[in-house]
């Protein structure tokens, strides 16, 4: 995918979780995606400051040590630049209470990670489906019902 521009895009993802990375990078790649991975939210934050690639979509945990999902969800949305990019929050928590504070806070898309590879990849292809231009997050369509 490209951007406007020519720039190439790709998927971000962040988790603290190495397994989780390497997991979701392996799957994103057989979907014929690229994915860019990153264990530290400002490594992201540099690389999405100075792309190529740039994201077209970010997945994102929220349960990360330093720097918490929701810190850096509301540091994107605070920027001019990112205030419209998908972020789709990418946890192991499957709370309504916690949806509903991520989508307050400006996420697009809420994926309690599953527990299988079938099942993500599921997962991933709803979310790679969705046409982000038109989508438009609202209480019924917040969380993934895989």
């Known amino acids: ?15 603290d979780d190495l397994e989780d990375l390497q997991i979701f990078r392996q799957i994103v790649n057989s979907l014929g995606r690229s994915v860019e991975v990153f264990r530290l939210p400002d490594d992201m934050l540099r690389a999405m400051d100075n792309p190529p690639p740039a994201p ?5 945990d929220l349960n990360m040590p330093g ?4 810190v850096l969800l509301e540091e994107l949305r605070k920027s001019p630049a990112f205030e419209n990019l998908p972020i789709v929050i990418y946890s192991t928590a499957d709370n309504a209470v916690v949806a509903e504070k991520c989508r307050k806070l400006g ?3 809420y994926v309690s990670k ?15 489906s969705i046409d982000w231009d038109n989508f438009v997050t609202n209480e019924h369509n917040f969380r993934y019902k895989g």
């Open 1 to 15: 995918m490209r951007t406007e521009t020519g720039t190439l895009t790709s998927l971000f993802f962040i988790d």
């Open 56 to 60: 077209s979509i970010i997945f994102l």
């Open 67 to 70: 720097k918490s999902g929701y």
């Open 107 to 109: 996420a697009s898309l």
């Open 114 to 128: 599953p527990t299988s590879v079938k099942e993500t990849v599921k997962a991933l292809e709803y979310v790679l």
